[in-house]
């Protein structure tokens, strides 16, 4: 709409206009004006509303008429500025009746001063208004929708109001520092961290400072804050996050991340990971001793072992194996406590019979230990060690009033002449001692090229075990695993047996490793896969069946379709199929492997991870794959009265939970241990208070009486 002009006179007027040359001149310069002055109005940005003294409108532009949706034709010249409003109400862009809005204007037009305010519309925009008095009566105002300016203010507010709520209930500490290195946003968990006050940490602090104010305050102990600072610069720099360990003096340990921000600067958070520390600490000791006497355990001794052999560039060392005679006899005689406590005396009296310390004992289960001997010139030192240890290891052993008695026998391999490697030295020291304690007890022997009545032995083991599969000569056991909330038993895992003609029963520790070592586990494990689904195929439908699996059989290329083969053919669902893995296939992170468990796992099979706990890095496998269930090692079980035993437990159930992975504990001998167990949340237990590993028949046979037991219930 046009904007309305100011009107010229009358005709008669403008006659005589025509004939004054300066009243022409003077109508042509007003008309002129006018004409600037609608054109400016007509580009304004905002919306404009002139009314006289009468309230009278006298001019509106183009921008006012589209703010408020009006009608143009009723927009005129000399329309009232009441009229106006009740035509906002008649159109239903008004919020409100016009004798309100009126009421609301009526004090700012008589008070004839300026003044700003805000109108909500119906439709739910918001308009600033700003009113000016006109020196000849009259007003004019100026019309501003600010809706989406409001908006940005109102979502910014909430922005600020959750950033605050995040920070406020943050488990972690946090400081934001500008581009300029000052420190502009820190919160309340970042003092409670470290018991300080905001006067100990204000805003505008530098890095610099605070980490000196730590330092003064006694927090820190042993940090350099100039290098702090410069490795800062140098993450930023690099666009890099930085994290670090904060040991603090007060014994606790925090996780410092450092994270760059886009626009410069960066944030810093502060997480108190003490105990998960301590408890990775506990993990990676255990991973590395052994539970029961604290000694390094086997993979340690291999790992010391590899590294001398490198570092020793030839220069002579040699290997022990040991082994304790009578010890079976102690254990039968006066029980697996006492068994246990002669172990660890064992391991004090072998550790005090080393020269240095950079010699090692180890034990590697049992009743086997071993020993690297280091800085030997001739093998009469490794002669003089093995008899002291006949001497003091063979001693008695008193307690409450008993006496024990064992020897030892060792086994010795000296390098380089009788191996270049690990494997063949430990091997050779094998055959050492078991060539020894052929002859007697409490004796040692060297190893000798001509001790090689192991090799023959093994090799007539392999023999057997190959023609063992066609012969039929295995057989599996089921030992049932027993949900601990609720009582019942909700599957069973598969044990291989081998009965033999000539051999008898022998033991699976006797037979796996041959078997994996030839690549006979392959097809054997095979043959345990098939018959396991077979026969769980006829269990109720919520009992599981749970088969180990090796790692040569996963890396043979075809486990998966051996998988999807004994499911199909035995009608088995594969959400009943558990396949037990233990850190060797977890440490071979190749494609076949990491590709093949989750090709499984998509196909809705469970993957459990075996006795966990006892490998270096089982916490880092969960991380790289997420398995199903994680089984604790029976080790820890057995020696669940001890304090820290219990504490580890109580951790990797309490892990378990945290990850949504269920937590079976093996082993479980004692009403005690279960009732543990059950306090600490754990799911699942298996051993021999549960069951002991029991034929197809006799399984059917429990579950079936489980079953009605709990139709009769």
Not at 297 to 326: H, W, Y
Not at 418 to 424: K, L, N, P
């Amino acid at each position: 709409m046009p904007v309305a002009h100011v009107k010229a006179g009358s005709a008669a007027a403008q006659r005589r206009a025509t004939r004054v040359g300066p009243a022409r001149r003077i109508a042509e310069e007003l008309r002129a004006q006018n004409e600037r002055f609608a054109a400016a109005v007509e580009n304004m940005s905002h919306g404009l509303c002139m009314f006289d003294a009468d309230e009278r409108m006298i001019i509106c532009n183009r921008n006012y008429i589209d703010l408020f949706r009006l009608d143009a034709k009723v927009m005129r010249p000399g329309i009232r500025f009441f009229d106006i409003l009740q035509h906002s109400v008649d159109i239903g862009i008004a919020s409100q009746s016009a004798e309100q809005l009126y009421a609301i204007r009526k004090p700012y037009i008589d008070g004839a001063k300026p003044s700003t305010y805000e109108e909500t519309l119906a439709d739910g925009r918001i308009i600033v208004i700003s009113h000016r008095p006109l020196a000849s009566g009259g007003w004019v105002s100026i019309y501003e929708d600010v809706t989406v300016q409001r908006r940005a203010e109102e979502e910014l507010k909430e922005q600020h109001r959750r950033f605050d709520a995040a920070l406020a209930n943050m488990s972690q500490g946090l400081l934001m520092y500008d581009a300029d290195g000052k420190m502009i946003v820190r919160n309340q968990r970042f003092l409670e961290l470290y018991n300080a006050t905001a006067a100990d940490f204000p805003f505008g602090m530098t890095h610099r400072d605070a980490l000196k104010r730590l330092l003064e305050l006694g927090i820190y102990t042993k940090i350099d804050a100039d290098s702090e600072v410069t490795k800062t610069e140098a993450c930023l720099r690099a666009g890099k996050m930085h994290s670090t360990y904060r040991h603090l003096s007060d014994g606790r340990t925090f996780l410092v991340v450092r994270q760059p921000m886009s626009g410069g600067g960066w944030v810093v958070t502060f997480d108190d990971v003490t105990e998960r520390r301590r408890a990775e600490e506990r993990m990676a000791h255990l991973a590395h001793h052994d539970t029961l006497t604290n000694l390094p355990n086997r993979s340690m001794f291999r790992e010391r072992l590899d590294q001398a052999l490198v570092e020793t560039k030839g220069a002579p060392l040699a290997i022990f194996s040991l082994d304790l005679d009578r010890f079976k006899a102690v254990n039968d005689t006066f029980g697996h406590p006492a068994g246990d406590w002669l172990l660890k005396c064992v391991a004090g009296r072998l550790r005090r019979c080393l020269r240095s310390e950079r010699d090692m004992v180890a034990r590697f289960g049992g009743d086997e230990f071993a020993i690297i001997q280091f800085d030997i010139k001739t093998e009469a030192d490794a002669e003089k060690l093995a008899k002291r240890i006949v001497e003091v290891i063979g001693k008695p052993y008193r307690d409450r009033g008993r006496e024990m008695h064992v020897g030892v026998s060792l086994g010795i391999a000296l390098y380089p002449g009788d191996g270049q490697d690990a494997d063949t030295l430990l091997t050779n020291a094998d055959m050492a001692l078991y060539r020894g304690k052929s002859e007697g007890r409490n004796v040692h022997r060297f190893f000798e090229p001509g001790m090689d009545a192991m090799v023959r032995a093994r090799r007539a083991l392999e023999i057997d075990l190959e023609a063992a599969l066609p012969r039929r000569e295995f057989e599996l056991d089921f030992q049932p695993i027993l949900n601990i909330a609720s009582g019942e038993i909700v599957g069973a895992e598969a044990l291989l047996r081998w009965r033999s003609p000539s051999r008898g029963l022998v033991a699976p520790e006797d037979f796996i490793t041959v078997a994996e070592e030839t690549g006979l586990i392959v097809q054997l494990g095979d043959w345990a896969l098939r018959k396991a689904c077979s026969v769980a195929a006829g269990w109720p439908r919520d009992v599981r069946m749970a088969v180990n699996v090796s790692a040569a059989q996963i890396k043979s290329g075809g486990f998966a379709r051996s998988v999807i083969s004994a499911l199909a053919s035995s009608g088995l669902p594969a959400s009943r199929l558990e396949l037990e893995i233990t850190e060797t296939v977890m440490m071979d992170e190749s494609e076949t492997v990491l590709r093949t468990l989750s090709q499984l796992r998509g196909l809705g099979v469970r993957i459990a991870l075996d006795d966990f706990g006892t490998g270096y890095s089982s916490l880092g496998y969960l991380r790289r794959f997420p398995v199903d269930k994680i089984k604790i090692d029976r080790s820890f079980i057995h020696d669940l009265d001890r304090r820290d035993m219990a504490a580890i437990v109580r951790t990797v159930i309490g892990l378990g939970a945290e990850l949504g992975i269920t937590v079976t504990a093996e082993g479980v001998e004692t009403e005690a241990q279960l009732d543990m167990l059950r306090r600490a949340g754990c799911g699942e237990a298996q051993g021999y208070l549960i069951g002991v590993p029991a034929k197809a028949s006799g399984m059917s046979r429990l579950l079936r009486s489980q079953a009605l037991l709990r139709q009769s219930g």
